[in-house]
C-alpha cells in the first residue's frame, strides 16, 4: 500500500515525464492542485475519495473518483484518459485515499470544494491584463506562455484544453488571486486576477471534443468559453489547437 501511494505521489508530480503515453503537455496535476493536493486554495484533493460518487452538472450524471481524475487528465492536461483499471489509476486513487484519511463519507470539510469563489460582478480586461502578465507574469511562464517545465504552460498546443474548469475566466482568476505570482501570492487585486485570467484565456489552446454536451440540462455558468445548450460561448479564443499528440503506439491501450 505505501508502495503504491508513493507511486501515486510521483504521478501527481511528474504527470507528463510519467505518463508520456497519455500526458504530451506541459502541465502536471500539482501545477493547479498545489502542494501535493493539499493547498486549500487551489482546488483540494484532501478528502476527495469521501466525496465520489458525486452528481457533476457539468456532465450530466453520478460519476466516480476515477472518472473525475479522468476529467482532469483528458480536460486540465489535454491528455488520453487512463485505463481505470490500470496500475497508474489504482496508484493515483490510493495516493487521494491517503489524503483523504479520516474524512468521513458526506460530511463537508469546507465551505465548498474546488476553487473558491470569486465576485461573479468582476469582469476582465485583456488589455490591461497584457501589461500586468508582462510585469509580473513572464519571467516564469515566457512571453508566449508556454512555462518551461516545471513551470507549466498557460496556453498553447502544451496547456490546459478549452473544456478545463481553468479555462473559465472565474475559475482562472480564482486560482490566480488566492496562488499567483507563485513568489508573491495574494498581492493582485481581484480585477488584476480577472485582467490576467481574460489575457491568459484569450489564446488558443488545445480544443476538448465533446465539450458542446456539456450542461446538456442547461445552467452552464456565465464564462464557459463555449456554447452549450441554452449558452453562447463567452469570450472563445481566436482558433482551437490540436490536442497535443502522445506516445501512444498501435497495440497499447
Ligand atoms: C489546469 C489545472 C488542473 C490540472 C493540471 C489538474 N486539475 Fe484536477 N481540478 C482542477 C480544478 C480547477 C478542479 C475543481 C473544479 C472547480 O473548482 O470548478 C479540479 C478537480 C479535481 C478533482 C475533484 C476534487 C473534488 O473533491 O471535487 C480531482 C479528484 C482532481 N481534480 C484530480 C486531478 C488529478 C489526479 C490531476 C492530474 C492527473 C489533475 N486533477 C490535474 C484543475 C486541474
Ligand atoms: C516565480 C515563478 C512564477 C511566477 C512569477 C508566476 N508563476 Fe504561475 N506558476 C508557477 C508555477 C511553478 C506553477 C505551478 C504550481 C506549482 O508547481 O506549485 C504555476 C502555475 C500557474 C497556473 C496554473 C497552471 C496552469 O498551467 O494553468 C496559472 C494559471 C498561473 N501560474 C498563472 C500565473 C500568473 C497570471 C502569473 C502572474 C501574476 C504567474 N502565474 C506568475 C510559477 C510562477
Same mark, same amino acid.
Given at each position: 500500500m505505501g508502495a503504491s501511494i508513493r507511486r501515486g505521489l510521483a504521478l501527481l508530480r511528474f504527470t507528463p515525464e510519467s505518463l508520456p503515453k497519455f500526458v504530451a503537455s506541459n502541465?502536471? /496535476?500539482?501545477? /493547479?492542485?498545489q502542494n501535493d493536493g493539499t493547498k486549500a486554495t487551489s482546488a483540494p484533493l484532501t478528502g476527495a475519495h469521501a466525496r465520489f460518487p458525486k452528481y457533476m452538472p457539468r456532465s450530466g450524471k453520478v460519476i466516480s473518483l476515477a472518472d473525475r481524475v479522468n476529467y482532469c487528465v483528458t480536460r486540465s492536461l489535454s491528455g488520453v484518459a487512463l485505463p481505470a483499471d490500470s496500475r497508474e489509476m489504482n496508484d493515483i486513487l490510493a495516493y487521494l485515499a491517503f489524503i483523504s484519511r479520516d474524512v468521513p463519507v458526506g460530511r463537508k470539510t469546507a465551505a465548498v470544494d474546488g476553487l473558491l469563489p470569486m465576485k461573479d460582478t468582476l469582469v476582465g480586461d485583456t488589455l490591461r491584463g497584457r501589461t500586468l502578465f508582462t510585469a509580473t507574469c513572464v519571467i516564469c511562464h515566457q512571453a508566449d506562455g508556454s512555462g518551461k517545465s516545471p513551470i507549466p504552460a498557460l496556453w498553447g498546443p502544451r496547456s490546459y484544453s478549452i473544456g478545463a474548469s481553468m479555462a473559465r475566466q472565474e475559475r482562472a482568476a480564482s486560482f490566480i488571486s488566492h496562488n499567483m505570482p507563485q513568489s508573491a501570492p495574494g498581492s493582485l487585486t481581484p480585477q488584476n486576477a480577472f485582467d490576467l485570467a481574460a489575457y491568459i484565456n484569450s489564446h488558443s489552446r488545445p480544443d476538448s471534443p465533446g465539450k458542446e454536451h456539456d450542461w446538456s440540462a442547461g445552467g452552464a455558468p456565465r464564462d464557459v468559453p463555449y456554447a452549450t445548450t441554452g449558452h453562447s460561448a463567452f469570450n472563445p479564443p481566436p482558433h482551437l489547437l490540436p490536442r497535443p499528440t502522445t506516445h501512444k503506439t498501435d497495440g497499447d491501450r
Open positions: 502541465v502536471r /496535476c500539482t501545477s /493547479c492542485h
